[in-house]
């Protein structure tokens, strides 16, 4: 009752001289929309058959902030296109101004009364509910909640204000809110509806009346014109090289070329324009990008959002004071430039400890007076302060500090500084980028990481993430096509496509399915072009083999289903490098030109897009092309006798062997002593941090048994409460520590060629003995590199007792059935192993309301000898063929059901052809028994990866005549 007398009379005292409804409507071509004088959302209509919109379940319209707490609006009076709004509990009144358009309504912050009071407003608040849910589509990105029927949209309009929508048990609400942190006086939001066929003709008039960011590409907005549907080539484009790659980009039917970061500037901050590769500076690009534009290619630049170099003049010799900071100590006594203990009054603890990842807060240089200075060791009990200390770091000079100076820590995300957001030298990095996009004549950037802004608030990430793009944009003279890692309400407008992702180098097929495709869709349910890009172009290294042409045509037929675009991320070097590179090239050029043409109907599209369903490409322009059902696998290890027999279902028609088949070495025994121990697990001290799901616990201890190697081992238990058995923990060891002085361990050393069997430099396979409980648990050994790579190596604990588990590859492409608490793109990318940094003993699949626990004895790397694989043969089913021919390790044969057989280096450069002897064996619907053979031998090996490979029926093409 007390809150009720209160609310009617602020709401008396401010409706002096004003208009007094019970209802307060306003209406556009396509909606009315009602405020309750009680301050609660009324109702939204759609105007065709005066169906509300609007949950049942009132909420207030809007709402404030004040020491923390919420007060919700009580009271709404009418003044014209005013609105007075009172607020429970309070003597704050709110006036919102409220303009009605033809397509939308506008919502203004006038003025606010205590605005010192009040740290945040919420304006806007509308709650909906659209019936039937299944029909319902949330496109969070473009604040928007639509039926096939009816779309209801609040957007932001400047970058003071943030837009959302909050999922509620009754529907979804589209609100927006502004903070005195950035300002309450105005803020603005638009509310609008239409019927879904017409939302986006709606936004596009919104963002122009409005002055929105609205780019458009050849005229055409960017959301709908045919240029936005253009693949791109990102690669090192240079003054030198530019003819070349000019015309592979024309070879590929790609329209656009997007340049490196570090290709076309010297470091990341000022931006100077690198003279090795554009000795003419500015006009050097803009020489480049003319002759792109002459050739029907456009060109753009990548860049690394708001980063800066360490090594950049923004850095050295003097740190700017713009430099990103979020946390900082003070200097406890007088230092002299030698010092490498910086004493410090409070102690350091909340500054990192541990090396850093991605988007985690990491970064262990601080900043005093004009010096960095680079920590190893954190003291957080007295004496307080940072040990180990690197001075004058990264080109700054040593200087002696006076007691009291700040210790500053610097913001750092993937091994760069930050600038600070709320200085202008955002704005400064904002207009280098516009400077070089209106002064060489370019048409596209790529604002990359911008997702590391969180950095400084991520409850304020819609507005520090975009800021250096939009600043940019408001600066552009010319047409220029948007993409990045970036988000925000505000931003989504500048947007020209999303979802591309950092390629992968193994496991390329299950990552697209189970990371680009949902992505994708999600950016189309956004209204956002799909970029399906990037993908690499690998040459051999021990981390990766060499991209073969199935793993291209499956991005290019998921890119055609999808009606969506990609990018080859690659060097030129690569690409001179890739013996599949004619395959390749054709096989992209082919699916682009029908792509663009739309060659294909809809319902093949529909069957590609399929997670895991695979195609083959066949036929001709004058033939016509058609897609015929493919399987390339799965891969089958054989490593010994018992694995040398193997059975294949093969769900497609009868057909002739098809097989790609890779030389593995042989291994050492695990008792060797030319293997590596990696973590012996006496060792707990190794061990430094635990990481668990929620409602999981886990423990890691000595075990007073032996393997069977009579070699100590540990007891890894660990518990689930959860009712789902997808509960995981992890126990890290770092092989070495922050701060100690020891090489990390390296798995090889030089070259491959050096690995034969008097080298023992290479080790990659990992052997270990484990002892199960039989409880089906997952566990896997991982490495990490210091490059922050994994490597699964998994073991299934289906058998109880003890078991030797040797792993002669990882098995990355499985991180994809679970999810372990970490990036599932960091154990298929990257991975360095000369530089082994830390181990992980994690569970995975922990079943539901259970105890696990395994014993794990020391883990290995197994020493390889890289042995040749010499007369390969199969017999399918009774019928043995045999290829006459000797493959080193890594390097591969391919048979494709006729004729002879290609002989690959492990870089995919054809060596040879040969013939096979005997009668092509046939793969029979259903079940076939595979069995394989080699010659033996104390210098051969008898181990290989073998993927059997199949193609079905044809389907039929769509002929446009």
Not at 164 to 187: D, I
Not at 362 to 390: A, F, H, M, N
Not at 909 to 937: H, M, Q, W
Request: charged share 25%; aromatic share 10%; with cysteine.
């Amino acid at each position: 009752m007390k809150r009720f007398v209160l609310c009617v009379l602020i709401g008396a005292a401010v409706a002096a001289n004003a208009s007094r409804a019970d209802t307060i409507s306003f209406k556009t071509d396509f909606m009315r929309y009602e405020i309750k004088a009680d301050g609660t959302s009324g109702a939204l209509i759609d105007l065709r058959d005066g169906k509300n919109y609007l949950s049942d379940k009132p909420l207030p319209f809007a709402a404030i902030v004040i020491a923390g707490k919420r007060h919700d609006a009580c009271g709404v009076v009418r003044d014209g296109n005013l609105l007075r709004v009172t607020f429970a509990d309070t003597d704050v009144t709110a006036t919102i101004t409220v303009q009605e358009k033809a397509q939308w309504l506008v919502f203004r912050v006038t003025d606010i009364s205590s605005n010192k009071d009040v740290e945040e407003l919420a304006f806007l608040q509308v709650p909906t509910q659209m019936l039937p849910r299944e029909e319902r589509i949330i496109s969070v990105r473009a604040g928007c909640v639509r039926t096939p029927r009816f779309a209801v949209c609040c957007q932001t309009l400047d970058l003071q204000t943030q837009s959302f929508v909050r999922a509620r048990r009754e529907g979804h609400t589209l609100s927006a809110r502004c903070f005195s942190r950035f300002g309450l006086k105005g803020a603005r939001a638009a509310l609008f509806a239409a019927p879904t066929e017409k939302i986006l003709d709606v936004i596009e008039s919104l963002e122009v009346a409005e002055h929105l960011p609205h780019p458009t590409l050849d005229g055409v907005w960017a959301r709908r014109s045919p240029d936005a549907l253009k693949s791109y080539l990102f690669i090192d484009l240079t003054e030198a090289n530019a003819d070349e790659v000019i015309r592979i980009a024309k070879e590929i039917n790609f329209g656009y070329i997007l340049i490196y970061a570090n290709k076309w500037a010297t470091t990341l901050g000022s931006y100077e324009i690198n003279k090795t590769n554009y000795p003419h500076g500015m006009e050097g690009l803009k020489a480049v990008a003319e002759k792109a534009h002459a050739e029907g290619i456009k060109v753009g630049i990548h860049c690394l959002t708001g980063f800066v170099n360490k090594r950049d003049p923004l850095v050295r010799p003097v740190p700017d004071p713009r430099l990103g900071k979020d946390g900082k100590v003070t200097l406890a006594e007088d230092i002299d430039e030698k010092t490498k203990f910086i004493p410090t009054v409070e102690s350091p603890a909340d500054f990192p400890n541990d090396i850093g990842y991605g988007l985690e807060r990491q970064g262990l240089d601080v900043q005093i007076d004009d010096e960095i200075v680079s920590y190893r060791v954190l003291s957080t009990k007295p004496p307080y302060g940072l040990q180990r200390c690197i001075r004058g770091a990264y080109g700054t000079k040593r200087a002696p500090h006076k007691k009291g100076a700040t210790v500053w820590h610097l913001v750092q995300r993937f091994a760069n500084y930050l600038a600070d957001c709320d200085t202008d030298l955002a704005d400064q990095i904002a207009k280098r980028y516009a400077d070089v996009i209106n002064g060489c004549g370019l048409d596209m950037i790529y604002f990359d990481g911008a997702g590391a802004n969180t950095a400084f608030g991520r409850e304020w990430w819609w507005r520090y993430v975009p800021y250096i793009p939009l600043k940019s944009y408001s600066l552009w003279k010319r047409e220029v096509r948007v993409g990045g890692s970036c988000s925000g309400p505000l931003y989504w407008h500048m947007r020209s496509f999303a979802t591309c992702n950092d390629f992968v180098e193994i496991a390329v097929k299950a990552f697209f399915d189970n990371d680009k495709a949902r992505s994708g869709r999600g950016a189309r349910v956004n209204f956002i072009p799909v970029d399906f890009g990037w993908w690499g172009l690998h040459s051999w290294a021990p981390n990766r083999r060499a991209t073969t042409p199935d793993e291209i045509e499956y991005v290019c037929q998921k890119t055609l289903a999808f009606d969506a675009f990609w990018s080859l991320e690659t060097t030129l070097k690569k690409i001179k490098e890739c013996g599949r590179w004619p395959d390749i090239k054709k096989t992209i050029s082919t699916y682009e030109r029908l792509r663009l043409a739309r060659y294909f109907p809809e319902e093949i599209k529909k069957a590609i897009q399929k997670k895991g369903a695979e195609f083959k490409l066949l036929g001709s322009d004058a033939d016509g092309w058609r897609l015929v059902p493919a399987r390339y696998g799965p891969p089958h290890l054989v490593l010994d006798e018992k694995s040398s027999a193997w059975t294949i279902e093969n769900d497609l028609p009868t057909q002739p062997l098809r097989f790609r088949l890779y030389a593995l070495p042989v291994l050492s025994a695990y008792d060797s002593d030319e293997n590596i121990t990696i973590l012996n697990s006496a060792d707990m001290s190794r061990y430094v941090k635990t990481r668990t799901l929620p409602q999981c616990t886990t423990e890691l201890s000595p075990s007073d048994q032996k393997t069977p190697a009579g070699e100590t081992c540990v007891a890894f238990h660990a518990k689930s409460d959860r009712d789902n058995p997808a509960g995981w923990v992890e126990h890290r060891a770092d092989l070495v520590k922050l701060g100690e002085k020891l090489p990390m361990p390296a798995l090889i050393e030089g070259l491959p060629e050096d690995a034969g069997k008097d080298a023992k430099q290479w080790r990659r396979p990992i052997g270990v003995w484990v002892h199960g409980d039989g409880k089906g648990e997952v566990l896997n050994i991982q490495l990490r590199s210091a490059n922050g790579g994994y490597r699964d190596h998994y073991v299934d604990v289906n058998f109880t007792g003890w078991k030797y588990c040797e792993f002669a590859k990882p098995e990355s492409d499985r991180v994809f059935d679970f999810n372990a608490g970490y990036s599932r793109k960091s154990t298929t990318r990257h991975f360095q192993y000369h530089r082994i940094r830390s181990v992980f003993l994690r569970y995975n699949s922990i079943p539901k309301k259970a105890e696990v626990c395994c014993l794990v004895g020391p883990i290995k790397a197994i020493r390889e000898r890289w042995l040749p694989v010499k007369t390969p043969a199969f017999t399918v089913n009774g019928e043995k063929i045999v290829f006459p021919c000797e493959l080193k390790t890594e390097q591969y044969i391919e048979f494709m059901g006729s004729g002879p057989a290609r002989l690959f280096d492990r870089e995919g450069v054809e060596i040879g052809k040969v013939a096979p002897e005997g009668t092509v064996p046939i793969l029979k619907p259903g079940e076939n028994r595979i069995v394989f053979s080699s010659d033996a031998g104390a210098d051969l090996s008898q181990r290989v990866d073998v993927s059997v490979i199949r193609f079905g029926e044809t389907s039929p093409a769509k002929r446009d005549d």
